[in-house]
């Protein structure tokens, strides 16, 4: 996790953003952004790409849950929501994969520079999960390709499953290519011969 932070902000209040912009630098991090509406915070983080954003919950046009939302969408980047409100239709959105963590008005700086950290770290670990659910999606079915292809060569070769994919990782080796390359390619090659086949 990087020590100095890019930081956009967003709150319709002149006031809380001046403080916001004092404080961060005093926490060693930079302000990347700062807008007074959901929108401005949008367009200006399109073209800053900061690493953390802090958004007021109520502001005009967009509030923070649905600008965190339009950002995500962009480029997945962790939120802080601060509010003085208890909103608890747009609290409840606060759980979402976006909204690292949320902060009541007025900031404290032990506050933020407890928060802060703990944003990133969740984002971090959320990163980390959605990565290895994508990995154990593509491993499954991978898989499923492999025991298709175990399955055409036990048919052609007449042979056992284990020889069948012995030759497969044999063939894999011996070509330099991926056990799922090579199965894929004999899923191919049966679609072939089974329109060959058909063929009179």
């Not at 949320?102 to 944003?119: F, N, Q, S, W």
């Amino acid at each position: 996790m990087k020590n100095r932070l890019r930081i956009a902000l967003a709150d319709d209040d002149r006031d809380v953003r001046d403080y916001f912009e004092e404080i961060l630098p005093r926490l060693g991090h930079e302000v990347a952004a700062s807008a007074a509406s959901g929108k401005e915070l949008v367009r200006l983080c399109e073209s800053c790409h900061p690493d953390l954003v802090i958004a007021d919950l109520r502001m005009p046009d967009l509030n923070g849950v649905e600008a965190s939302l339009a950002l995500s969408r962009v480029k997945p980047t962790p939120v802080i929501i601060v509010s003085a409100y208890e909103d608890a239709a747009l609290l409840a959105r606060c759980g979402g994969d976006h909204v690292m963590a949320y902060l009541v008005k007025p900031v404290r700086e032990p506050d933020l520079r407890m928060a802060i950290p703990l944003a990133m770290l969740r984002f971090e670990q959320l990163l980390a999960l959605y990565r290895e659910t994508v990995d154990l999606k593509q491993a499954l079915n991978d898989r499923k390709v492999v025991e298709r292809a175990k399955g055409i060569l036990t048919k052609r070769l007449r042979v056992e499953e284990p020889d069948a994919f012995r030759r497969l990782q044999k063939l894999a080796s011996t070509r330099n290519q991926k056990l799922i390359e090579v199965a894929q390619s004999i899923l191919i090659a049966e679609e072939v011969f089974d329109a060959l086949e058909k063929v009179v």
